[in-house]
């Protein structure tokens, strides 16, 4: 099994971009969550999908932030438009609805 | 809002000590508790869940215990090696809808591991 596959690893983009960040959950899980880490604030939940449905997105920080699943094996983190205090490292991460989480390996964000 | 203290935030030990990590959390009503170990510029990797109903739980040279009355856990790191070089994170459960659910975490103790 791959994993959990994010992609792009690196992005840096300028203020006021557009930035799309993918995530392929391991086949077979019904869950999948988005998470940003950053030094003063840890890793924060983003929102989660269960079965392709967004369940809970109060983490997302604002209206700039939008995220998707179309399908069981695809979703998207979407950022429009990008500002400097987006970038962290953001993780996707997926669950077959048991009590473990499996990490993707991020994608480092850097807005200039 | 549930939150998530982790003591030290770096550590450094020599190869052989033990050691142990501490995690602290505000509210006791907890579904379970679990410490992930972070290598840099990877992902999370899980090493020990252990549910409210359990004490402590046991994998090779690691051991965690949970007191949930006090909120706290510990994660002992026997023998260490300099492989154990990472971040160690802390995360709780807070709920549980519709199979998924929703993680609280620490922000980590840096450990160190010197030959």
């Known amino acids: 099994d791959a994993g959990v596959i994010q992609s792009p690893r690196h992005e840096v983009t300028e203020m006021g971009q557009e930035v799309t960040l993918r995530c392929k959950p391991i086949s077979g899980h019904n869950s999948l969550f988005w998470y940003r880490q950053t030094m003063m604030r840890g890793l924060e939940l983003l929102i989660y999908f269960n079965n392709n449905v967004p369940i809970d997105d109060s983490g997302m920080p604002e209206d700039r932030f939008s995220a998707k699943m179309p399908n069981a094996s695809f979703s998207t983190l979407k950022i429009q438009p990008s500002e400097p205090r987006d970038s962290a490292v953001y993780f996707c991460?997926?669950?077959?609805?048991?009590?473990?989480?499996?990490f993707g390996p991020g994608t480092r964000l850097t807005v200039l | 809002k549930q939150e998530v203290t982790q003591i030290p935030a770096a550590l450094s030990v020599p190869e052989g000590e033990n050691l142990v990590l501490n995690c602290s959390f505000t509210d006791s009503a907890i579904y379970n508790l679990q410490w992930f170990r972070q290598d840099p510029g990877k992902g999370l990797t899980s090493l020990l869940l252990i549910q409210s109903s359990q004490r402590e739980q046991t994998s090779g040279r690691l051991n965690a215990s949970l007191d949930k009355s006090s909120g706290r856990s510990t994660l002992y790191i026997a023998a260490s090696q300099p492989g154990d070089s990472a971040t160690y994170l802390c995360?709780?459960?807070?709920?549980?809808?519709?199979?998924?659910?929703?993680?609280?975490f620490g922000k980590g103790t840096s450990l160190l591991v010197t030959p």
């Open positions: 995360a709780v459960r807070l709920s549980f809808v519709n199979s998924g659910y929703e993680l609280n």
């Open positions: 991460a997926s669950s077959p609805g048991s009590f473990t989480q499996y």
